[in-house]
DNA sequence: CGGGAAAGTTGAACTAGTTCAAAAAAGACA
DNA sequence: TGTCTTTTTTGAACTAGTTCAACTTTCCCG
């Protein structure tokens, strides 16, 4: 239950076994079925989760109803509104499972307990913070200068996994494009192959 | 020199006298004049910088040559290749001064020993870096969800000062927009005043 | 296995935003 | 103060992306 997590860690921390043990405590597993919502707008957002299994969105709603994508998240991956769950503040945001899926989750207090109890917790969310950060920096730049068609190749070169796995209107969604427009555009890229 | 980076400080964590004495020794003030560039795409971010005076921005030369504001940094704001500067590799960001400027600034081995010297760092830098991704995540989705009109609006709402400070080339350039047309657009919001 | 719903495709008309070029306005500084 | 440079404005022609509607394909589940 917990290897995926222990190995995600590892890349950023070393943890002993009774570190590990003591991390990894809080945690509690939550099932959701494909479609079902773990966080909708308007609410505070309760967790911290590590995707064990499944896969999820984290979406917003905008004026005219439409769905845009903030990120996806699968196998090995964190997930909540880190806006709203830091500050346990009302979510604009809404996170759905796309298909059956498992997550590690932590609540708030407990969360906060670990950074006191085990202080290498801070160090190891700093870390990934800034490693999301500085991803979420490349997509904002690719955004601001590539074309949806170059920004999609590259959403598709580099999460060749997620590609087989989302619908056109997800990845739509994520890459803030109609999906009738991205529908014309894998044409025209099958066509140059 | 350092009470506007110490009110910046304690807006997140608090020091005692001593602690802050400990936490800003290492830093450096460095003056930098108007078109200065501090970081060249290519080069290692050698430090991370807490701006005292002026005004500076990040930003991105794209394939066709045009520049791409990721953000500006005024007084009170931190400034840095996040990316770069964490894992110590060659960036793809330029920085450069619009103003007469003085940055606060920290190397690399000097801030690993200020995390482990003084853990409360951690902490700080965990939670300024939580704050900032969040504050991303709002314009990702900003630039996924309106029209250049509205995300204009939105700037000039949410940062006036910058407004008066930046030309509009360069608020263009953060809008993801060509000037011509950001001029458009005042143009037409001026009418309907 | 069949039927209904959801996802994907296509075309035509439209809108947001770009590009280029030329002129006007505003700064910078000797 | 004048002049040179940079910024801003404007218009015309263009391109990227949207919207809507109709159709086809896929998939889900009773």
Redesign the pocket.
């Known amino acids: 239950m917990y290897t995926l997590l222990r190995e995600n860690i590892e890349k950023h921390i070393h943890l002993t076994d009774e570190e590990f043990a003591q991390f990894s405590a809080p945690f509690y597993l939550q099932h959701a079925e494909?479609k079902q919502m773990l966080l909708r707008e308007g609410e505070v957002c309760k967790f911290e989760g590590f995707v064990n299994k499944g896969c999820l969105r984290v979406y917003y709603l905008d004026e005219?109803g439409?769905e845009k994508v903030l990120y996806f998240a699968v196998e090995g991956w964190w997930i909540t509104d880190i806006d709203s769950f830091t500050n346990q503040t009302a979510s604009i945001l809404n996170i759905e499972a796309l298909e059956d899926s498992e997550i590690l989750m932590i609540t708030y207090p407990y969360k906060n307990i670990l950074y006191e109890t085990l202080p290498k917790v801070e160090k190891l969310f700093r870390v990934m913070t800034q490693k999301t950060h500085a991803a979420l920096q490349r997509r904002m730049i690719s955004s601001l200068s590539?074309?949806?068609?170059k920004?999609y190749l590259e959403f598709i070169t580099k999460y060749p996994q997620l590609e087989q796995r989302?619908?056109?209107?997800?990845m739509?969604a994520y890459l803030?494009?109609?999906?009738?427009?991205?529908?014309?555009?894998?044409?025209k890229i099958s066509r140059l192959r």
Chains 1, 2 share one sequence.
């Open positions: 494909k005219s439409f590539n074309t949806a068609d920004r989302l619908s056109q209107q997800q739509a803030g494009i109609s999906h009738e427009f991205l529908s014309k555009i894998r044409k």
